[in-house]
């Protein structure tokens, strides 16, 4: 009888954890809806996803989100653009060349990346590679789109490397041997056959990888110079919406329309990343398939 | 050397180069934080409180901050991380609830983190009253780390053969008694090697406690867990963005401090997985 | 010698992967203390048979059944798995050992079924290795890792292992599969004098294993039970074309 009781109150306890899963993701997004409607009781929508000018504490104040979503946008197209060819090719060397030795080692410092903590990053950017960027394009100020977009392609890269390893390394060798049998050369398997044959997997990396970036907070806020403006070039300071949150939230007074209106930023980016999830994840059931 | 050969060889050394291209920012960033950091390691350093407006001292109660915040955060994520984990292995048909926690752990994990630290301000701090502090930073960072959690203890779940399930309840043993016995004691190498980068990535979180738990200067102890702690991520963040003058040793002392905190528990987790798998005898 | 009381009986049993019939209306009464060997060729549903009696098929999640088993005139739905599993033992095709020592991979049933004296779990370790005919060569190591005996003396372990829990039924998947010659008598002269004692259901693919060993045959084929007779009678004077042939080794 004691048997039973443990077993009921240890399953009950394995399903409650499933569900607590659940709710919390449900919960997230909740809080933020709940939080973001606040703001557009008082605020059109309209104004808030159109507009184009954020001004929190002017009078009346603006919370137009089109500055910070391009400035979104531009360190996250600059950031893919440079890392997603690097990634791949690193994870082409890294699945396909480098001999058994060269690839744990390769691999332990990929991890290395991943684990160092974007804090130091933010720092190193501010720094070194700011005061780089700086007098590379003679700038006033080497806190800028351009220095962001080195660093978080930087941490972007083992996300996309190690996924597409994945991917390269599930291709059937059969495949291979197929294309040297018909007398390609291995460079002629690779390119032809077992990259396209991983695409997918790719595709999964590149969608996860634009997710990574996009939420990275601490980084962008460190080196990009935080001027909520719609940015024309990647020279210029910029903000994204996640150092908008990170930056005003303290500032904002709570229960104010500017403390609703990061919430509703909170929840842009939720849907944001929701969806490039959702995305990665049918690009990776279709490789496993 | 015909054509194609001589295309391969290029092809190679462009991937090789572009692969140092990767490998070498890496290497030359551990030796900048280390070689600038260095001077400033001492005993004193890592046992003292901040003093003379952080422009002194040491950085004992953000280090002391952090290292609570990871014990509060395994608190709860791995019990919750493995229960969850178990469910999805051991108990899961395939049916809506199955599906709808696959898809909760794929979105978990992609949630920036800044958003969990909305979400954990919102709920924890506000609406629970918990107020800034070591249980609201807890369990926000908790939350964050349950997907690496959940992914490689299922992994490690998957790795023990069906066969030793099949003997346990082939001899009448409940599906629990089981799993107690015949699974997790199987799993648990890669169970800890998860849940230890796991932890190690919460450590070096900053966005998910800059307002759920992280105090810009307190230079003493918490009292319980209701009360705020300074953190090393958010240190660094302070005194190289906020606070002027601050000597760049003292910057790279505390870098250098965060990142040797995080290998070293890469380290112990890379050991953990080598001697119990030196121990299996499957 | 075999006593014709059904201890299990199978009425109408269906078994199905998905939409894949396996088994089709098998009528099956197993006798107490018999040793009833099953044959037949390859994917015959010898195996869905023997573990649609302790219900290890439900493990697979596609699996489904219809029809009635009844244990010990009971209707075996009515027990619980824990149960019913204890009181129908099984032994694998290939040796199963849990990679712990010997004596706890024969404690381990008597443990999960709440067994805490020592005294009581040392006396039943040693009881179910020597009705395994393992005790002789194991007596001086049981604290060593299970995993280190040959194939044979795993496969009489994994018997010792079922016999602590004090199972009624003993089923055997093919046990003798993965051994040599030697090792199988080992195992075959066990169940030999386990048939006191013990029901036995022996699938196999080996028809002079069910031969040797077996007091009824039940012949399946293609998910039918063709025939079911004294082994005696089988062998010598199959009343199915089929049976003959697959003794005659014209297929399978």
Request: aromatic content about 10%; glycine content about 8%.
């Amino acid at each position: 009888m004691n048997r039973k009781w443990t077993e009921t109150v240890i399953e009950a306890a394995i399903r409650l954890s499933g569900f607590l899963l659940i709710a919390f993701v449900f919960l997230i997004f909740l809080f933020l809806l709940k939080d973001s409607l606040s703001l557009f009781r008082v605020y059109p929508f309209f104004d808030f996803i159109a507009g184009t000018k954020w001004l929190p504490i002017s009078e009346p104040p603006s919370f137009g989100i089109v500055p910070l979503v391009m400035g979104s946008f531009m360190v996250t197209a600059g950031a893919i653009a440079i890392c997603v060819p690097i990634g791949v090719a690193a994870a082409l060397y890294i699945a396909e060349i480098a001999p058994g030795f060269l690839k744990t080692i390769l691999k332990s410092l990929i991890e290395v990346l991943a684990s160092i903590p974007s804090v130091v990053l933010g720092f190193i950017g501010i720094v070194w590679l700011g005061p780089f960027v700086k007098n590379l394009f003679h700038l006033r100020t080497g806190m800028c789109g351009l220095t962001g977009v080195f660093l978080l392609a930087f941490m972007a890269l083992p996300t996309i490397i190690t996924i597409s390893e994945d991917a390269l390394a599930s291709v059937p060798r059969m495949y291979k041997e197929a294309a040297y049998g018909l007398g390609a050369t291995k460079w002629q398997a690779l390119w032809r056959i077992v990259l396209p044959a991983a695409s997918s997997g790719i595709m999964a990396a590149i969608m996860l990888g634009i997710g990574r970036v996009i939420g990275e907070t601490m980084v962008v806020m460190m080196v990009t110079g935080n001027a909520p403006v719609i940015p024309t070039s990647l020279l210029q300071p910029l903000r994204t919406l996640t150092a908008t949150i990170a930056g005003e939230m303290g500032e904002a007074v709570s229960g104010s329309d500017h403390y609703y209106a990061l919430f509703a930023v909170g929840l842009v980016l939720f849907i944001i990343t929701f969806i490039l999830n959702f995305t990665a994840e049918r690009f990776l059931r279709r490789t496993r398939r | 050397m015909n054509g194609a050969k001589l295309r391969e060889k290029i092809a190679f050394t462009v991937l090789g180069f572009v692969t140092l291209l990767v490998i070498l920012p890496i290497l030359l960033i551990l030796y900048y934080v280390i070689s600038r950091g260095w001077g400033a390691m001492s005993w004193e350093f890592l046992t003292q409180n901040p003093r003379n407006g952080m422009k002194e001292g040491g950085i004992f109660p953000a280090l002391v901050g952090t290292i609570l915040l990871v014990i509060g955060t395994m608190a709860f994520s791995l019990p919750l991380g493995i229960l969850s984990a178990i469910y999805l292995v051991e108990y899961a048909r395939d049916n809506l609830f199955t599906r709808m926690i696959k898809l909760s752990v794929v979105n978990l994990s992609g949630i920036p983190s800044i958003v969990y630290g909305l979400f954990g301000f919102t709920v924890f701090v506000v609406f629970l009253h918990f107020g800034a502090s070591i249980l609201a930073g807890s369990l926000t960072l908790a939350i964050m780390s349950l997907p690496v959690i959940i992914t490689s203890t299922k992994e490690a779940l998957e790795a023990v053969p069906m066969s030793y399930r099949e003997i346990s309840l082939s001899l009448g043993a409940t599906r629990w008694q089981t799993i107690r016995y015949c699974v997790l004691p199987y799993a648990i190498p890669g169970i800890l090697t998860g849940t230890v980068l796991s932890l190690s990535r919460a450590a070096g979180e900053t966005a998910p406690i800059l307002f759920t738990v992280a105090a810009f200067y307190l230079p003493h102890l918490p009292r319980s867990v209701f009360d705020q702690v300074m953190a090393l991520p958010y240190h660094l963040y302070v005194i190289s963005t906020q606070v002027p003058n601050v000597p760049e040793k003292f910057s790279f002392g505390t870098g250098l401090v965060l990142i040797a905190l995080v290998c070293l528990m890469n380290v112990v987790s890379i050991v953990l997985r080598a001697h119990f798998r030196k121990k299996k005898q499957w | 010698m075999v006593e014709q009381d059904a201890i299990i009986k199978t009425l109408d049993l269906n078994c199905f992967y998905d939409e894949l019939q396996v088994l089709r209306n098998i009528n099956l009464e197993i006798y107490r203390n018999e040793i009833l060997g099953i044959i037949g060729p390859a994917n015959s549903g010898k195996t869905t048979f023997l573990r649609a009696l302790n219900r290890l098929n439900s493990l697979n999640i596609n699996y489904r059944q219809q029809g009635v088993i009844r244990f010990e005139g009971q209707d075996a739905t009515q027990i619980p798995d824990s149960v019913l599993r204890r009181k129908i033992g099984i032994i694998f095709a290939m040796p199963q050992v849990l990679p712990i020592t010997i004596y706890e991979n024969v404690a381990y049933g008597p443990r999960v079924h709440g067994v805490k004296d020592g005294q009581r779990i040392d006396a039943l370790v040693m009881e179910s290795l020597q009705k395994a005919y393992l005790w002789d060569e194991v007596k001086d190591r049981l604290q060593t890792s299970a995993t280190k005996l040959s194939g044979g003396q795993q496969q009489r372990l994994c018997i010792a292992r079922t016999l602590a829990v004090e199972p009624d039924v003993i089923l055997y998947d093919e046990p003798c599969s993965g051994l040599d010659p030697i090792s199988t008598a080992r195992v075959e002269d066990a169940m030999q004098q386990l048939s006191q004692q013990y029901t036995q259901i022996l699938v196999t693919n080996n028809t002079k294993q069910a031969a040797r060993v077996s007091h009824r045959t039940a012949f399946f084929l293609m998910g039918e039970l063709v025939e079911v007779d004294n082994t005696q009678v089988l062998y010598t004077n199959p009343s199915d074309k089929r049976t003959d042939d697959y003794l005659t080794g014209k297929f399978g």
